[in-house]
């Protein structure tokens, strides 16, 4: 089965930088899992998979615009001290609730009475590169339905869906 509009696709990452550091990687037995065509990853992975099937091997970049997008000025910004814990620090994240949910704030500096903030996404501006294993692609089941839109997980759960 190809990925397409609302498949459930299994996939299995690793995500790393120009430098070649990595970022982040779906464990062993454990791949991502999300609805295709829904936006539940970022915009220029989902675009590149379209198509792929099961089993296929793929390495994909994404540029910033189609990733985290480019990094803002206007998301960096001085915030009162008085706001964060006594013993804040540059290089300390921070999470705040956003107006579209939580947002993570790193510290840029602390200067008298103000604290600069960066509310960009730690992976803005950078391209990224994907070396990617398609471990399933399948229509979803009611039980991936929800657990996908957070109606239920093993961890609410104790592993078994009754949240229905």
């Known amino acids: 089965m190809r990925i397409e509009q609302n498949k459930l696709v299994a996939l299995d ?6 430098s070649g550091e990595i970022i ?3 464990e062993s037995g454990d791949p991502l899992l999300f609805l295709h065509g829904t936006g ?3 915009t220029g992975l989902e675009r590149q998979l379209e198509g792929l099937e099961s ?4 390495k994909i970049t994404v540029e910033a615009d ?3 997008g480019p990094v803002r000025s206007d998301l960096v910004q001085k915030l009162p001290k008085r ?3 006594a ?3 540059a290089g300390m994240s921070f999470e705040a609730q956003g107006a579209h949910g939580p947002v993570v704030m790193q510290v840029r500096e602390v200067n008298g009475d103000t604290v600069l903030v960066d509310l960009n996404h730690p992976l803005a501006g950078k391209r990224l ?3 990617v294993h398609v471990a399933e692609v399948r229509e979803p089941t009611e039980e991936d339905l929800e657990m996908l839109s957070g109606g239920c997980s093993e961890n609410d759960c104790g592993g078994e869906c009754h949240c229905k």
């Open 83 to 85: 706001h964060f814990p």
């Open 40 to 42: 539940g990853i970022i």
């Open 87 to 89: 013993e804040v620090a």
């Open 13 to 18: 990452y690793v995500l790393t930088l120009d």
């Open 129 to 131: 590169h994907f070396d």
């Open 55 to 58: 089993g296929a091997k793929a």
């Open 24 to 26: 982040d990687k779906s």
């Open 66 to 68: 189609e990733g985290y």
